[in-house]
């Protein structure tokens, strides 16, 4: 079973994270499908938008922490500390407006992700959670600057610090999210959405994108600086049997499976 699906139709691509049965964890091959997807739309003319979403009722619920703990121990599959960093790095260079659509939990890397992309529907059993604290992981994904530009800083505080979890409507107070769609629409939706742009032309569409991230890419690219250096820091103190909080990665304290 391929780790994504995609689908392309009237200029838009269609990207589904397709591990259902790990709630769409992302592991070093999601990552790699997820990559390539991204990288091979943004060197095709005829995709004039993309949209990302997740498979059986769930968007993503964020790193595959079994990996993450093979990673901690020095176990982690060969090549592996490029996965997060290359999806990232293909994100933002992605030249197409980034549509997300979401439904049932968007945990960790599932909701930092969101504040990557331009336009987000959130199906009614959408929420959303970041538990980086619990974990005893700092932020990632440049949510340590995205959160607070989109939130504010008292709500991106809140969120990050206390790992609450945020609904559907919540979500779209916040900025995170444009509209909340029934769960069975919220694909159709937010492909219609996808359909209006890529109909407009391309070039004054990428060039309005550009302008709008080039104004927080350098600010993007620092943040995660600072918070991969944070996170080398973390997986070393837990690789020495110290993790800092009450739940660190380096004794797998949630199953792939699960949230976190």
Not at 93 to 107: D, H, S, T, Y
Not at 108 to 130: E, I, K, N, Q, W
Request: hydrophobic share 50%; with cysteine.
């Amino acid at each position: 079973m391929s780790a994504v699906d995609i689908a392309d139709a009237s200029g838009v691509r269609l990207i589904t994270f397709n591990r259902p049965d790990v709630r769409n964890a992302f592991d070093f091959s999601l990552y790699r499908a997820v990559t390539g997807a991204l990288t091979d739309a943004a060197a095709d003319d005829a995709v004039r938008a993309v949209v990302v979403t997740g498979a059986g009722g769930s968007f993503s619920s964020g790193q595959d922490l079994d990996e993450m703990a093979a990673i901690a121990a020095g176990q982690g599959p060969p090549g592996v500390e490029t996965g997060f960093r290359g999806l990232l790095d293909a994100v933002a260079a992605c030249p197409q407006p980034l549509l997300a659509a979401v439904a049932g939990p968007a945990v960790g890397l599932g909701f930092t992700l969101l504040a990557h992309c331009d336009l987000v529907l959130v199906g009614d059993s959408a929420r959303f959670r970041v538990p980086f604290a619990e974990l005893g992981v700092p932020a990632e994904a440049a949510s340590s600057y995205l959160f607070p530009l989109r939130m504010g800083w008292q709500q991106a505080a809140r969120v990050l610090l206390t790992g609450d979890w945020v609904s559907a409507s919540e979500a779209v107070n916040l900025g995170m999210a444009l509209q909340v769609c029934a769960d069975d629409r919220v694909v159709e939706e937010t492909l219609n959405l996808a359909r209006r742009v890529a109909a407009l032309p391309p070039q004054a569409v990428r060039a309005i994108k550009r302008l709008m991230w080039d104004a927080h890419a350098d600010a993007v690219t620092a943040a995660r600086a600072r918070e991969d250096d944070a996170f080398r820091h973390a997986l070393a103190r837990m690789a020495a049997g110290g993790n800092g909080g009450s739940a660190g990665l380096g004794g797998a304290v949630a199953p792939a499976s699960g949230p976190g």
